[in-house]
């Protein structure tokens, strides 16, 4: 079973700033079998992006995934008010699905 | 448009049973694969288990293997979580998710609203 750690807990930063967040898996991801959602309080988890760094129906280019191997990033370019919210990495191609624990991105 | 409901939640008391149920409408319910995650309050998400699209294989998260069994009605499309002798770790938002394939290795692409299960005496 692969264990997701991202990083870091909690970001905080002001609208219009960049986000970095990271995923790290115990072992090697193969297949790119890599995905993020974003969650907002009292929603469902949205879909952002799979495969590492398509993105899914009706997201934004300001947002993008990328990485290889063990290490993955999730980019929001330019944070927008609806951009604040906990995003998860998770990977998948086998049983169990695994997630990461998540990082909130809260505004500054 | 891809809609999942799930019903079924409630509060229940350890060791007892509970059944969750997940409508689906909007798309072709019998060539997707499902999942049911789950989500306890302030915590991540965890998978849980699923199932291909035909209903004929099935997967368990280890925590609740042998305690939760998965099926689907594809003439119905309806997804269901029977789940018994359960604790209170159970506790937690209940979340039916697609698979975008017709076996379950993939990302999830749509999810329910969720329905709240709590175990407590």
């Known amino acids: 079973e692969i264990v997701l750690t991202q990083s870091p807990g909690t970001l905080s930063l002001s609208p219009g700033e960049r986000a970095t967040l990271s995923c790290r898996a115990s072992?090697?991801?193969?297949?790119?079998?890599l995905a993020w959602y974003q969650q907002k309080p009292g929603q469902a988890p949205r879909l952002l992006i799979y495969d590492v760094s398509t993105r899914a129906t009706g997201i934004p280019d300001r947002i993008s995934g990328s990485g290889s191997g063990t290490d993955f990033t999730l980019t929001i370019s330019r944070l927008e008010p609806e951009d604040f919210a906990v995003y998860y990495c998770q990977h998948y191609g086998s049983s169990p699905k695994t997630f990461g624990q998540g990082t909130k991105v809260e505004i500054k | 448009e891809v809609q999942l409901f799930e019903s079924g939640g409630g509060l229940v008391q350890p060791g007892g049973s509970l059944r969750l149920s997940c409508a689906a409408s909007g798309f072709a319910f019998s060539t997707y694969a499902m999942n049911w995650v789950r989500q306890a309050p302030g915590k991540g998400l965890e998978w849980v288990s699923a199932?291909?699209?035909?209903?004929?294989?099935?997967y368990y998260a280890d925590s609740v293997k042998g305690r939760f069994t998965i099926s689907r009605d594809n003439s119905k499309n309806t997804l269901d979580l029977q789940m018994n002798s359960l604790r209170a770790e159970d506790t937690a938002i209940y979340y039916c998710?697609?698979?975008?394939?017709?076996?379950?290795?993939?990302?999830?692409?749509?999810w329910g609203q969720g329905t709240l299960v709590t175990v407590s005496s």
């Open positions: 199932i291909t699209s035909g209903g004929g294989s099935t």
């Open positions: 072992q090697s991801v193969t297949g790119r079998y």
């Open positions: 998710a697609r698979d975008p394939g017709v076996v379950p290795i993939h990302y999830l692409d749509y």
